[in-house]
Structure formats: C-alpha cells, structure tokens
C-alpha cells in the first residue's frame, strides 16, 4: 500500500502546486513534496522488502500488484532525489516563467508516474504508466508551446516511443490470453511452458519497446529533438530516469527472455550499432545539449550490451551511475546555458576561469561518463567491459573503440568549453541554490559505488561474474581502458582539427545517419497522403453519391466473398 | 422505456407551442427530471411492450444507450440554454434538442425492423433541422442539404433490405425472423443503407459539412450518439441475418480509421478536425463489434460499447470546450481556425484543461477515459486468438497512434503563451457551459479507474445484441 500512497502523494502535490498562487510558494511547495517523497522512497524498502503488495481493484484490469525489490527501490530512489534536485535547480533556471505551476505540476506527476513505472509487478500497470512517462515527457518536451521546434520535438518523441510502445502493448495483452493474468512475477515463472512462436513475438516485442523508450537505434532519432524540453528537465527525464525505463524492463525480463533463439544477440547487435553510432553523432555535435543525449543514447547501449552478455548486475550499476553524472552533466550544462544564453558550444570558452564551480562539476561529470578511477562510472564501465571479455565475444574491442570515441568527445566538449577566449561574458555568478544542486549530484558520481558495492543485498542480481568490485583493479583488462582512455584522450586533444579533415564524415554523423532525414521523409509522406485524400473530399454532392452507389455495387459483387 | 420516449416528444411538442423562451426552458427542464425518473423506473424491467402496434425493446442495449443519449442530452440542454441566452428561437432549438433525444432512444428500443427505420427517419428529421439551426450561414445550408440527400438515399436502401426481408419471411419483428436465404444481399443493403447514417468511409462525406456547421452542442450529441446509434441500427438488423458480417464491418471500421485520421492530420478547422476524429473513432467501435461478430468474442462487444461511452464523454466535453469559444464570437456562427485555441489555457484554465484532457483522452493516452476503453477493444481483438482479428487491431494500433499527429499540437496550443485575438476579450463564460464541461472532464478522467460502475451495462448490452 505504500508504494501507492506515495505516488498519491507527489500527485496530490502536483494538484496543489497548481493551485498556488505566487511563483515561489509553488517552487517551495514542489521542493518540499520531492523532499518527502525522496525520505519517503528512501524508506520504502524498510516497509515492504520481499513482501509484494496486491489488491483486487477493478476485475477489468487484473490485479493491482506492486513490488519492491532492491532494483525497483534503487530506481525509485534515483527518480525521486534526482527530480528534487532538478526542481531545486529550477529555483533560478525556470524563474520569471509565467507558467512555472504547470512545470512543477508536471514534473511531480511525471516523478510519480516514474514511480509506478519502476515498482509495478503486472503489464497492465507497466503500460499504463510507461504510457503517462511518454505523456508528461511530451508536455514538458513542448512546455515552449510557442516555439515550432519545441512542440515538433515533444510531437516526435511522443510518437516514436509509442511506435516502440506497441510492443509491450501487444506481450501484456498475449500474456493475459496466455495465462489469464498480468503478473510479472507469474509470467517469469510461466515463461518456460509458454509455446516457442509466441516466446519469440514476446522477446521481440519487448526489444522494441525497450529500444523506442531508451532511444536505441533504429529508434533514436527523437531524443535529440527532446533536448527542447528545458534543461532540467533534460537532465531528469531525457537523462536520469524515463529513458532508462527501458533498460529497467530488458533487466527485470531477461530471466525469462535469455533462452529465445537469437534474442540476445540481437540485443547485443543494436547495443553495438547504438553505442558507436551515437558517440560519432556527439563527436560531430556542436550543440552541448544534443551532444549529451547523444552521449546518453551511447551510454544506454552500453548497459543494453550487459544485459545481452546476463551481467545484469552491471547494467544496474551502470544505470545508477550514469543518472548521477549525465544529470550532472545536463545541469552544469544548464548553468551555462542559463549564464550564456546559448546552446552552441562555439558561444562558449574560457569558463574554466569565469566559472569555477561548474568547471569543477563539468570535470566530476565528465570523469564519470569516461570511467577515470574512483567516480562511480569507472566501476560500473569496467565491470561491462569485464562480461563482454569473459564471454570471450570479440565485439569487446568494438567497445572499447566505443570507450575510445567516448573519451574523444568528452575532450572536445571541455576544450570547447574551458579553454580557449570567453565569447560571451557570464551574466551572473551561479547561484547557490544551483551550487547545492551540482554538489549534490557531485558527490553522488564519486561515491555512489560504495554503498552498491559493500551491500550485495542491494543489488537485486548480485556480482556473480567478478565476485566484488575489488577484482576489477587486479584486472589487466582495466588497465587497458585506462590506457586507451589515455591515448584517446591525448590523441583528442592534439587533433583540435578533427572536424575540419573529415568533413563529409561529420556531415553524416551530424545527421544522425540519415535516420533524422528518413523520419522526416516519413512525415512529408504522410502528410502527403493527408494533402491528396482531403483533395479527394471534394464536398460535391453528386461525387459523394457516386461513393454511395459504388460502395453498394462492390459490395453486392463481392458479396459472396465478405458475408 | 416505451413512456419515456411518448413523453419525451409530447413535452418537445409543448415546448415548441410556447414559443416564449423562459417558459419554454421550464418545461423542458421538467421534460428533461420526468424523463431522468422514468428512465429509473424502468431500468430494471427488461420487456417487450406494445403501444398501438409499435413494439419497444427495453433490454441490456436500450437501458445503456438512453442513458447516454439522456446524459449528454442534460448537459446538452443546460449548455444550449446558456450559450443561446440572446438569440431567437431558442424555444424550436430545445424542442428539436428533446426531440433528438426522444427519437435516438426509440431507435434503440425499437422492437421490428419497420417501426426501427420509422423512427430512424424521425431522428434524420429531427437532426436536419439542428444542422440548419444556423439558417443564415450558407454553409450550414449546404452542409444539411448535404445531409438530407445523402441520408434519404441510406434511407431508401435500408427500405429495399427491408421490403427483400418481408417478402422472404412475411414478419418484420426482430424476435420471429429465423432463417433468411439471399441474407448477403440483404446485408449489402443494410451495411450501405445504415453505412450513410453511421458515416462508414467512403459514404462519410456529409459528416464533417454537418458536424462542423451544427452549433455546438449539437455537433456534440450527433458526434457522441447519432452516428453510434445508425452503426447499432445496423447490428440490430444484421442480428436476424445467418450471414455474418464481421469481416465486412472490420473492413469498413480499418477504413474508417486510417482515413478518418488521415484526413483529420491536415485540418486547420477544429470542428472538422473534430468530425474527422469521430468517423475514426467510429472505426474504433466498428471494428470491435466486427471482432466480436466475426469470432464470437463477447468481450469484444462489451469493449465496443464501453469505447461507444467513453467517445461519447470525451467527443462531447471536445465539442463542449470549443463551442465555448464560439460563445465569446458574440453569438455569431463562424469558422473556428486551429489558431484560435492559442493561449486557451491562459485565458480559461478549466476549459483549457478539460480540452487537454478530452483531446489526450481521443488519442487514448493515460489516465484518461479513452486509454481504458481502447485497451479492452485490443485485449477484446487479443483473446479472441484470431489471426485476422490480429491484423486488423494492429493497423488500428497505428491508426490510434498516427491520431496523436494532430491531437497533441492541439494541446500544444492551447498552453501557449500569446493568446489569441478571439480570446482577448473581457467576456466571461456563463455557469451553464462551464458546468457541463467540468462534469465531462471529471468522468473522463476518473471514470476509467472504476470501471466496474458501468461494466455490468456493458456485459447486458452485448448479450442483448448475441440475442441471448
């Protein structure tokens, strides 16, 4: 019941905020629900580990069924600190917004749907709440109502990922054929009795999904156009939380998933394509915004790779990881952006002196996302890496050029940023509000392996390939990374003219391989359609007629064939 | 049952004698309490009953339907009266808004197929003459010319299955007809007769002329009921036939969904767009009770008239919202561009909200009304373990998502910052209209989290509708 009254609780908050009246009463307001919520998730373990909660509700629907397991709290944790600490920072990003109660309304709705999303043990709830995470990620994508871009952006990622969504839409509906329920926990145990045709439509289908919500390739296309959405916004949804719903449900699935011919495979194929793809587009991106998302779509592919090599320890720790230092990243990015008004990294340089404190959170961060010792990225990276090795697959060393790629673009983004002449002057010292933010999510990229690594009860799939963290520094396998990370990062920063020699490849890359052209191909087309079939609905009387009397003529000579 | 469609036009006739407005909206609201109380009474007697040789049906079918037909009609009355406060005939409108009521649900009870045409061409009269409601606006003229045409031609296809009917078997009541031959040549009549009514893609053209040119309110019961009731029409007929017509109906209901959301993509006028969504959303149904027909699946039929409530509800608050802002056009009839919902939810956040809510509602998302009634038509297609059943909900799938193309721009707009020149004005919108929309909006957004308030209706119509 728990698990239900705290979502109640950020909805109810969300209700109130919007019947604030002043600015800052709403901002204080949402603060404070995150607060509790985040105490309140926190302590969610403690009141019903290992006891699932169910409860008839509506026939309609199956049984209303919740778990928390150490995965499911963990995530639960993330999206709740997380989202407090993005509305902290919203204080000053979002301020003199004249619209700034729908903002926080939504954002405790979507932290609540997150929720759901993470602590749901049956389809029809997964779906449901997987549903209203695309909605509110759509509200807050095109909260710039105003601005084209911004409603096409939120427009695209709304439909691409529901596109995707079909997939889990069809295993929860051929699982209650199946089994006459939608309990997760069933389904796993049922799996194996389950007829191979259909086993195979359910690995599949949930690939798809996964893909579409973790923006994986072929779906991937939209969390550029996400990068609209303002940014902590970006940091919460687009970084921390709903994009790894995705990954969250390969995890929780693969148990039953692993056995289906090819299924891993596959998964493991378009980690590979998503991982190196992605690091290329951000290598060519001059926007930091949709340099990070690309960086995020890279990262994911890099826990999807886990999953597909059955390290799901891995990928947990790597999802934890990553949602503290690319919500770092996304947030510093926000102060600059905030300070600047720009999101072209041509419009910066020199921050390492204007802005000191974010210089020092930029740094943090972009020693997670590469993996140097001691941040919380470099445990989880490694441990990857680790699987991919002892399975013996040779896409290893693809990985590791994608490690490669990783640490080139995260050179360039600093020397853009740090180095170089100050094209703009900061506006204003970052605030503390802002400050406490980024130091929050600071110390949680350098320390947030301890707990995960000490405690093996958290972990819902214990460290089984490497028995503790401590074997990955006897490991020659890390000092490899290490060193490729070195001679990649040294090789970044002499090539200053990368971009300038292979313009034709940056093209390609900037376009995100033809993907972005081919969606709005598809539109036009689409729209296309639209054009001639209104051509068609002339408004004429007698042509409707004509209509009329075609239809029952076809009919009456097919009438043998349809009745 | 029967009483309350004899009162209903008696008290409609009353209304129309008066002419004076205020004593006119008396007696139709007392038209409209007497009609809530006998809809009660006889809620749970399920009979067949005689009046002068025209049988009425009360069973599962007709006790869900009135109800709905009386609900919206309420709120269709209250909003009608408030939005008309400074124009003439309102006394014509109300007694032709009772009359629609009144004929829609002797549709639905109506026990042989004569008296079921009979009254089916009353309720065409009856929705004629809202159309034109607009006498001077040459585009409402055209558009219920439009209608009329088209409709008298459904009409007198349905006469000719009926007259083919009546010579084979010598009876028109639904409960003695058994074993038809030549029944694909009478279905093809019925399915194009009833196919005009319902607006089935292509014979659909009158309906965005009619749908968008209606005031309002109107617009909201033909969207919300009368084309439903022609696709039930339909069934019911179909029901005395051996052959079944399921594969037909999905067929009809995919075109239905692609062209209908196809079309509404392009539309820069919301009321058009709005009718555009109804002939898919009629799709949606359709191809439910195809589903259901065509493999037996009784869960797909209950699906279809809880997707039939929940368009209902949502189409209604739609068409609700937007004739609000008409209402600010000082009682002038004009065109309504998709640019004039900017900044609705600055300007009026309860209805902005509520439009939100019915147009996310339409494309099915979450925790809306329509997300839970499109997920039984899918469990309905799913469990009915038929491959082409199969098929055709994943091209309703795609359909439902392509619908989101222009649904969520819609919402887009209404948050956006600059309003718009319409909504720049100091009137404020009366009780009547933001009363019936609030209430829409509650029952769309929580109704879906208790279903089984209305699944028991839901379980007897479509038993009614097997014949069992």
Known sequence: MSELGLIAFLWLGAILVLLLKTEASKHHLAFGVGLVASLLAALLPLSSFNEDFKQSWQSFFGILSFQVDPLAASLAFLATSIGTVCILFSWDYMAGEPQIGRYYALILFFIGAMLGLVLSNSFFQLFFFWELTALCSYALIAFESDSPAAVEGGVRALIITQIGGLGLLFTALLVYQQSGSYEIGQFLSDFPSYPESLKVILAFGILAAVAAKSAQVPFHTWLSGAMEAPTPVSALIHAATMVNAGVYVLIRLYPAFQTVAYWKETVITLALLSALMAALMALASWDIKALLAYSTISQLAYMVYAIGFGDLAAAQLHLVSHALFKALLFLSAGAIIHNLGTRDMRQMGGLWHKMPFVRNTVLIGTAGLVGIPITNGFWSKELILDAALKAGSWTYWLMLLGLALTTAYSVRMLRLLLTGNAKSEPKHPTSLAMKFSLAFLAFGVLTSWLPLSSAQEINAYPITNSESLLDVLFNPATYLALTVIAVASFLAHKAENFAKHFDRLTTIFASEFGFGSLNQRLQRLIQGLSAVLSQGQTGILSWNLVAVFLALIILLLLKGALL | ?468
């Open chain 2, 1 to 468: 049952m029967m009483l309350l469609v004899i009162f209903l036009i008696l008290m409609a006739f009353l209304t129309y004698l008066v002419q004076e407005a205020k004593t006119s909206r008396i007696i139709s609201l007392m038209a409209i309490f007497g009609a809530w109380i006998l809809w009660t009474t006889a809620y749970q007697l399920s009979t067949l009953s005689n009046w002068q040789a025209v049988p009425f049906i009360n069973d599962g079918l007709s006790q869900l339907l009135s109800l709905l037909i009386l609900f919206l009609g309420t709120l269709a009355f209250v909003y009608t009266s408030a939005s008309m406060r400074s124009q003439e005939r309102t006394s014509q409108h109300i007694a032709l808004l009772l009359l629609l009521m009144a004929f829609s649900i002797a549709v639905c009870q109506a026990g042989d197929i004569f008296n079921l045409w009979l009254w089916f061409e009353a309720l065409a009269f009856a929705s004629t003459m809202l159309v034109t409601f607009h006498r001077e606006d040459e585009l409402a003229l055209e558009a219920s010319f439009k209608y009329l045409i088209q409709s008298a031609i459904g009409s007198s296809l349905i006469l000719v299955g009926i007259a083919l009917v009546f010579t084979e078997t010598g009876s028109l009541s639904f409960s003695e007809i058994d074993s038809l031959e030549n029944t694909a040549l009478i279905a093809s009549f019925f399915v194009i007769g009833f196919g005009v009514k319902a607006a089935f893609v292509p014979l659909h053209t009158w309906l965005p002329d009619a749908h968008s040119q209606a005031p309002s309110a109107v617009s909201a019961l033909l969207s919300a009921v009368v084309i439903e009731v022609a696709l039930l029409a339909m069934l019911r007929c179909l029901s005395i036939l051996e052959a079944n017509s399921g594969l037909l109906l999905m067929g009809f209901a995919t075109l239905n969904i692609l062209l209908g959301n196809l079309l509404a993509l392009e539309q820069d006028e919301i009321k058009r767009l709005l009718a555009y969504s109804s002939v898919a959303h009629l799709g949606y149904i359709c191809l439910a009770f195809g589903i259901g027909l065509y493999t037996g699946e009784i869960r797909a039929f209950e699906a279809a008239f809880f997707h039939l409530l929940s368009h209902g509800l949502m189409k209604a608050l739609a068409f609700f919202a937007v004739g609000s802002l008409l209402f600010l056009g000082e009682g002038k009839h004009f065109v309504l561009r998709l640019e004039s919902l900017n900044g609705l939810g600055k300007r009026f956040p309860m209805i902005g909200f509520a439009l939100s809510l019915a147009l996310l509602g339409l494309a099915g998302l979450p925790p809306m009304l329509g997300f839970f009634s499109k997920w039984q038509i899918f469990l309905g297609a799913v469990t009915s373990d038929n491959a082409i059943a199969f098929l055709f909900i994943g091209i309703a799938a795609l359909g439902s998502i392509l619908s989101l193309g222009y649904y969520a721009p819609l919402v887009a707009r209404i948050y956006q910052k600059n309003c718009s020149e319409l909504l720049k004005t100091e009137v404020t919108i009366p009780l009547g209209i933001r009363l019936p929309i609030f209430i829409l909006a509650c029952l769309v957004l929580f109704l879906g989290f208790y279903p089984s308030l209305l699944s028991p209706f839901f379980r007897t119509a479509a038993l009614a509708l097997l014949g069992r």
